[in-house]
């Protein structure tokens, strides 16, 4: 597979599995022996821990949209910069609806299998911000 073949596949799977909510394009993109280093504790660093985190998401936020802002690919790695935006519309990682909207930032690091399969992966993404957009913590006061 290319580098661009790899950079659709990234592309791909926000565009379908995040904005659109079909969580199942996973099993056609995503290796079998996939790893992620970015789930925390409460979801398997598996395919499967993926798709439960997707979707618990995607529950929270029922009309995410998921922006690829920026992509850069090299060799076997594709990362990118994410906007989420949604409204907050049922319980997200036990935080019951607030009907409020919030714009978060994420950056993805996926490295790809020769097969050009989504093999591993590296996430960062402003939990915190969220949180205080929600209400659920505060934000920091004005200087």
């Not at 596949?9 to 099993?27: C, H, K, L």
């Not at 936020?61 to 802002?69: A, I, N």
């Not at 910069?81 to 950056?107: E, F, N």
Request: hydrophobic share 40%.
């Amino acid at each position: 597979m290319t580098t661009e073949d790899n950079a659709a596949t990234y592309r791909r799977w926000f565009d379908e599995g995040w904005s659109r909510g079909n969580v199942d394009v996973a099993d056609e993109l995503y290796s079998l022996d996939y790893v992620t280093h970015s789930l925390g504790t409460d979801f398997p660093p598996t395919l499967d821990g993926l798709k439960m985190f997707t979707r618990s998401f995607r529950e929270g936020f029922p009309d995410l949209s998921c922006e690829v802002e920026e992509v850069v690919a090299e060799g076997d790695r594709v990362a990118g910069r994410l906007s989420l935006r949604g409204t907050h519309g049922g319980t997200l990682l036990g935080i019951p609806a607030t009907g409020k909207q919030v714009v978060v930032g994420a950056m993805v690091i996926a490295r790809f299998d020769e097969a050009g399969k989504w093999a591993e992966d590296w996430a960062s993404w402003d939990q915190v911000g969220m949180l205080q957009q929600l209400g659920v913590i505060p934000a920091p006061a004005a200087a």
